[in-house]
């Protein structure tokens, strides 16, 4: 628009019913305004910062916890567990917990650890490498990009289809009770 003085500009804003906000100030004095509803602006920003909130998704920190004498089919069930939590995108925690004599041995629980990265290399990323913590011992893993978009692609394929096959029975119901009217 031009450089105006302060009062002419407040007076140009009022005219509009908008506001003069300040856009940026130098040390010489001067400084760049603009005309605009700042309530309005102030609204749309805070919206955007919703959203792009919403987009970013949480991603929430899940915990698995073994024992050292852990048998392999409780291995296979909580690896099944693990992989559900990478497959929503979440980080995991996982905990081998020690107690008694246990404590004498941190290297099975170590090798614990360690089969279950080897088993994951192709999905997961350890964050955080094993370290021990009181009678404790942890390990962080985190889901590859490529993993959770697969099976969330997955996901979707199996709701459109269930969705499908519910339209399909709920068609073939309406054409059985057509049938026994006529």
Same mark, same amino acid.
């Given at each position: 628009?031009?450089?105006?003085?302060?009062?002419?500009?407040?007076?140009?804003?009022?005219?509009?019913?908008?506001?003069?906000?300040?856009?940026?100030?130098?040390?010489?004095?001067?400084?760049?305004?603009?005309?605009?509803?700042?309530?309005? &602006?102030? &609204?749309?920003?805070?919206?955007?910062?919703?959203?792009?909130? *919403?987009?970013?998704?949480?991603?929430?920190?899940? %915990?698995? *916890?073994?024992?050292?004498?852990?048998?392999?089919?409780?291995?296979?069930?909580?690896?099944?567990?693990v992989l559900r939590f990478l497959?929503?995108?979440?980080?995991? *925690?996982?905990?081998?917990?020690?107690?008694?004599?246990?404590?004498a041995h941190p290297e099975q629980?170590?090798s614990i650890l360690e089969r279950?990265?080897?088993?994951?290399?192709?999905?997961?990323?350890?964050?955080?490498?094993?370290?021990?913590?009181?009678?404790?011992?942890?390990?962080?893993?985190?889901?590859?990009?490529?993993?959770?978009? *697969?099976?969330?692609?997955?996901?979707?394929?199996?709701?459109?289809?269930?969705?499908?096959?519910?339209?399909?029975? %709920?068609?073939?119901?309406?054409?059985?009770?057509?049938?026994?009217?006529?």
């Amino acid at each position: 628009m031009g450089n105006y003085a302060v009062r002419d500009a407040l007076d140009i804003a009022e005219e509009q019913g908008l506001d003069l906000v300040e856009v940026s100030s130098s040390k010489d004095g001067s400084s760049v305004c603009r005309i605009m509803d700042y309530g309005k &602006y102030k &609204y749309e920003r805070s919206r955007k910062e919703k959203q792009n909130r *919403k987009k970013a998704g949480k991603i929430e920190t899940k %915990e698995m *916890k073994f024992r050292p004498k852990i048998d392999t089919g409780d291995y296979d069930t909580k690896k099944k567990h693990v992989l559900r939590f990478l497959g929503q995108g979440n980080r995991v *925690k996982i905990t081998i917990m020690f107690r008694g004599r246990e404590m004498a041995h941190p290297e099975q629980g170590l090798s614990i650890l360690e089969r279950l990265a080897d088993d994951l290399t192709e999905i997961a990323v350890v964050e955080s490498a094993p370290k021990m913590e009181g009678r404790n011992m942890f390990m962080t893993i985190a889901p590859l990009p490529d993993y959770v978009k *697969k099976c969330q692609a997955e996901i979707t394929e199996k709701q459109v289809k269930g969705r499908n096959s519910r339209r399909n029975r %709920e068609a073939a119901k309406r054409a059985a009770e057509a049938e026994r009217k006529e």
